[in-house]
């Protein structure tokens, strides 16, 4: 029995999100489905994180154990024979003994995008959210950097949240600006259910001049999420990678 480690990249937009799902497909079950076509095994894929529905994956990192005698670096190919075009497995390799995708991680990076346009543009609307009026990219720096640190993330989660702390730390969030198109790049210890998508709501709505910079300031301390802090759509958010201690 060997554990292997996978990066693996999918497009959201069709699944019900990572998780093994009764109604709807899942990129687990899909991973799981070609595991067992290539193996015959019945086995359990477990990803760093449960991406939600139409949330995209550059670098999402799975693991699983197997009898298989498919070399661990061979893994991967055979598994895109068999993966629709949407999910795909960029590497395997074999992992330590007793690796966990999901407890081993230590930090993860995501991307949100967003595209600034009075039309929407059909080359982007799947991955990226439209923005409208003018942004105001020096005031969204600002608001950005207020995030960087240990803080209360109460204020920027989805309620239904089952996390016994709300405390986080955010080891970066830069944005970079190409044109009308802004990339929001976020790398912490861990995130709450949606904290991405609000967090980017957030400093979108100071870009646009709905809010101040102490608004976000106020929801950090207290704990109360601004009524103009909206949780953008899934389509923008993308798992760009997640980092190990190995």
């Not at 070609?34 to 449960?50: H, P, Q």
């Not at 990226?128 to 960087?148: E, H, P």
């Not at 870009?207 to 910079?213: D, V």
Request: aromatic residues 10%; proline residues 2%; hydrophobic residues 35%.
């Amino acid at each position: 029995m060997i554990t292997l480690k996978l990066t693996v990249s999918y497009d959201g937009t069709d699944f019900s999100g990572w998780q093994r799902q009764k109604n709807g497909e899942s990129v687990q079950g899909v991973l799981e489905s070609a595991v067992e076509n290539i193996t015959g095994e019945k086995i359990t894929v477990t990803g760093s994180g449960r991406t939600d529905a139409g949330v995209h994956a550059e670098g999402q990192v799975a693991s699983f154990s197997t009898l298989s005698t498919v070399p661990p670096e061979k893994f991967a190919a055979a598994l895109n024979t068999v993966l629709p075009p949407s999910v795909k497995v960029l590497k395997s390799e074999k992992a330590r003994d007793g690796f966990n995708a999901r407890k081993d991680a230590k930090r993860k990076t995501y991307r949100y995008s967003v595209y600034l346009s009075d039309v929407e543009q059909p080359l982007k609307e799947r991955y990226k959210t439209r923005a409208y009026g003018a942004l105001d990219y020096g005031a969204m720096k600002k608001a950005a950097r207020l995030f960087v640190g240990e803080h209360d993330f109460k204020a920027f989660a989805a309620s239904g949240y089952s996390a016994k702390t709300t405390v986080r730390t955010i080891y970066s969030l830069e944005i970079e600006k190409s044109g009308e198109d802004y990339d929001f790049y976020v790398t912490g210890n861990g995130f709450l259910y949606n904290t991405v998508r609000i967090i980017a709501g957030a400093i979108l709505s100071v870009g646009s001049g709905r809010t101040a910079l102490s608004d976000v300031e106020r929801s950090l301390v207290t704990g109360e999420r601004h009524k103009d802090f909206k949780t953008l759509p899934a389509k923008g958010l993308c798992l760009v990678g997640v980092e190990y201690a190995d």
